[in-house]
């Protein structure tokens, strides 16, 4: 999202996320940042009445003293300091626009911001690269981006998932049927409500709704294909057809055949995630992508080649059907998720291996499969290694914890795996809240939950991990002494 923030704004969080992070002198700050000291000392003022004005409830206190500079800023949101400078940021304002359908055209924006219609130009310019990794570029005469409408359902989904706010898409009372909706949906296909994932899907239902009001549509053709296919073979498909039309119906989308290849996308979408569809429901699609399961089956022999025969041959069948949907995700979208998340997450989104496994992951995964590109292979990897970190750890559970957050699930793996680092067998962790659950760690409170049970406060970019390892620590020996008293 770097990309839709000002310039201006960027450098500020910048200079507040190294100031968090590093005990550090002023030559040092300006040299690592290369700005000068003036130019620090404005950002530091103009810092504090962002913060204000912003209204987040927070207190920041930065000092310097001989040459050194230090900074306090406990429980402060980076994600809503940002998303306040997203909300003052011309390319924000305009793919907002974009998407709502109410772009009024490049003089009427230049005249809100007080710059030259030349600059706005410039500064939607900036946006080409990116649009163009989707597969999509900018018509300002219609006020939309041109290329196929299931990219641009992704570039939306990523530009709104990385906001961290997209409340606003819809009113309330829509987002409490979404939610209602996305739990009875993940009852049915009989899957974990992990929390993470059910922000998600039901942010992209909200873009399908969105864009569906706006009369614009998935390919018909396919989209037809693949429902008159799923509804002769798919028991699940049929029920998932059926619950998503009493939805649509509470937004005023009657059902047709538009609407019939609108769900049976939607459906294949969620399978490439393999979040909500059974596995069951893979030989269906298997049947239509005979390519994609032959090169999942080469995939599986490369991941063979390289862990050893002995530590995947017990889940062949169920990592051949992970990487069936991963490569389908593949083939059917593109674009580069990284180019949304911010500057000060990015060490959270690396990969499960060291370089040097990486590279020679990346080698074979090249040699297997060709036809696949580097974004491809990052992507892969990345899927393998959660993979095989979910199917062969095994775990003696001691603390139950559950990790609620809004953020992206790969921060969700990254905080179960700095834990499991430290605790080893002694933690068992899931996304979603069980009867058994001994404490929380969340970005955000729900009344539903058990007031008996502690929630730590995860501020992503401003975590502390001694913090939460003690108060993990803590909790291990609180469990541990009741069940030494209940045996006395």
């Known amino acids: 999202m770097d990309l839709f923030i000002e310039k201006e704004y ?15 002198t ?4 300006t040299s690592e940042l290369q700005i000068n000291f003036k130019t620090l000392k404005v950002i530091i003022d103009q810092l504090e009445v962002d913060i204000n004005e912003a209204q987040l409830n927070q207190e920041i206190q930065i000092a310097t003293e001989k040459g050194k500079i230090s900074c306090h800023a406990k429980g402060l949101s980076f994600d809503q300091l940002r998303f306040y400078y997203l909300q003052h940021s011309f390319n924000y304002k305009v793919v907002e626009a974009f998407f709502f359908r109410k772009f009024n055209g490049v003089v009427y924006y230049a005249d809100k911001e007080f710059i030259s219609s030349a600059t706005a130009l410039r500064r939607i310019a900036q946006l080409r690269p990116i649009m163009e990794n989707f597969g999509l570029s900018i018509k300002l005469s219609i006020g939309e981006f041109v290329g196929e409408e299931t990219q641009k359902r992704m570039f939306y989904f990523y530009f709104y998932w990385y906001s961290y706010q997209f409340q606003h898409i819809l009113y309330s009372e829509s987002w409490s049927k979404l939610d209602y909706f996305i739990e009875q949906l993940f009852e049915m296909m009989g899957m974990p409500m992990a929390y993470h994932l059910k922000r998600k899907y039901s942010l992209i239902f909200a873009i399908t709704i969105n864009r569906i009001l706006g009369d614009r549509y998935v390919d018909y053709e396919f989209g037809k294909k693949l429902y008159d296919y799923l509804t002769d073979h798919s028991d699940k498909f049929n029920q998932f057809y059926e619950a998503t039309v009493i939805l649509l119906r509470e937004f005023n989308i ?4 538009i609407i019939k290849s609108e769900i049976a996308t939607f459906y294949e979408a969620l399978l490439t995630d393999m979040h909500l569809l059974s596995e069951s429901e893979i030989p269906y699609f298997k049947v239509l992508y005979p390519q994609i399961e032959e090169d999942s089956r080469k995939l599986y022999l490369f991941c063979e080649s390289y862990l050893g025969k002995d530590k995947v041959s017990e889940n062949k069948e169920k990592i ?12 059917k979208y593109y674009g580069d998720e990284s180019e949304f998340i911010p500057f000060y997450k990015r060490e959270f989104i690396s990969l499960p291996f060291k370089k040097a496994e990486k590279e020679k992951l990346m080698n074979i995964f090249r040699d297997e499969l060709p036809a696949y590109g580097k974004k491809d292979a990052d992507y892969l990897i990345l899927t393998i290694g959660i993979m095989l970190h979910e199917l062969h750890i095994e775990i003696s559970p001691v603390l139950n914890i559950a990790v609620l957050l809004m953020s992206h699930e790969y921060v969700v793996y990254y905080i179960k795996k700095v834990i499991e680092e430290n605790f080893k067998d002694r933690v068992s962790i899931t996304f979603y809240l069980e009867d058994d659950t001994d404490v929380i760690i969340s970005d955000a409170i729900d009344a539903k939950w058990n007031k008996q049970v502690p929630v730590y406060p995860f501020v992503l970019g401003n975590e502390n991990w001694d913090e939460i390892i003690s108060f993990l620590e803590a909790a291990i020996e609180r469990k541990e002494w009741s069940k030494d008293y209940i045996r006395e």
């Open 10 to 24: 960027l450098m500020r969080l910048r200079v507040l996320n190294y100031l968090i992070n590093h005990e550090t």
């Open 320 to 331: 051949q059907d992970i990487l069936f949907c991963r490569l389908l995700k593949s083939f």
């Open 254 to 257: 009657s059902e047709s055949d």
């Open 26 to 29: 002023l030559s040092e700050i």
